[in-house]
């Protein structure tokens, strides 16, 4: 089981690192949807290309909320070299993004009609004045949805667990610096990744935890419609048994099946949720993650995209378990030539093609719940 294969060095890199099949997602892509507003009836709309996003969640979304003090070791090193290398949009500097590039809010944005993720709240994007037209991005690498593990998070980096970013957006409305028309068609990405589930101990605490986590995060996307929000797309979790840092026992070969129990399981219970609430979509990242980084079947398109799909292109030597981390000022760690052609960027984060890659498999879908008609490519 994954749980047991989860050392301590483990759940420390999975708090800080830590999809319907492709063809139910093709058949999902494509036509217009009238957005139905819930809750609130604020009078006049934006046009489409300003419809504000709000991102909560992990390291899956965060666009540079972590904290960039050198003094915080491997918690900052988001803001140092290797990452952000590929990034051309930003001078290939390293951008607060746990990836070599942008990350999955990046690309949710691009889908509707914008350059990249709205600034980060705590970032030097915002002002603290004027909310940015495109929405505010609360996601902070190391969130969890309830709690993070103890002592994973040094003094000083500012984690805000997920009801703590939706408090923040609650905040700016108290404060003026937004109103309803502010909500009108808006969209909420909650990027969740699992780290709540770092600090369970075995299968059985693993499964335990289900529950509460899926009731918190049902609470939330309920918050937020009553708040205004018009949409809520939720990830379901990734496939934990993919993972580099899992993938490694059989050298990168293979998944470690056992260790995607817990995600399915959670993953089920997200849909027995929120599925029926016709404002909220689930968004299979799981599904199309797992089609990527399978062993190739024959003429699989999807699993064909990357030469190297389970092991990472960022890799600390000792499989970090002696403090070392992708960009280690002392240079403990691997980097590979081509970061296009890994799915992996670190133990647990996708590279900016890995994210490219998952969200145009997805985007279809996302038009269709949006009600987006212009496709906009990435």
Known sequence: MMIKLLTSACILLLFLNVAESSRALAAGGGGNVTWTKRHHDHGGGRASHTHMLFVFGDEFADAGNLATEASLGGYSRTWRYPFG??????????????????????????????????????????????????????????????????????????????????????DLVSD??????????????????????????????????????????????????????????????????????????????????????????????????????????????????????????????????????LQPCCESYGGGEDGAYCGDPDGRYWLCDHPEDYFYWDFVNPTQAGWRAVMQMLQGPIMAFLGISQLNHF
């Open 85 to 170: 290398e590929s990034d051309a949009a930003h001078g290939r500097k390293p951008t607060g993004r746990f990836s070599d590039g942008l990350v999955q809010s990046d690309y949710m944005a691009k889908i509707m009609g914008k350059r990249e993720s709205p600034p980060a709240y705590n970032g030097d994007g915002w002002d603290g004045e004027v909310v940015d037209p495109s929405g505010l991005n609360f996601a902070v690498g190391g969130a969890g949805v309830m709690r993070a593990p103890p002592g994973a998070a040094p003094a000083g980096a500012r984690v805000a667990m997920l009801r703590a970013q939706v408090t923040q957006l609650r």
């Open 176 to 309: 003026g610096l937004l109103d309803d028309k502010d909500f009108d068609e808006s969209v909420a990405l909650v990027a969740f990744s699992g780290n709540d589930y770092a600090q369970v101990g075995d299968a059985d605490g693993f499964e335990a935890l289900i529950p509460m986590v899926v009731d918190e995060v049902a609470s939330l996307v309920s918050e937020l419609l009553d708040m205004g929000v018009t949409k809520v797309v939720v990830n379901t979790l990734p496939p934990f048994g993919c993972t580099p840092w899992l993938a490694r026992g059989s050298n990168y070969t293979a998944c470690n099946g056992g260790a995607n129990d817990g995600p399915a399981k959670h993953n089920a219970m997200l849909r027995d949720r929120l599925d029926g609430d016709d404002d909220v979509m689930v968004l299979d990242v799981y599904t199309v993650m797992m089609d990527m980084v399978a062993p190739p079947a024959e003429g699989s398109e999807l699993s064909a995209r990357f030469k190297e799909r």
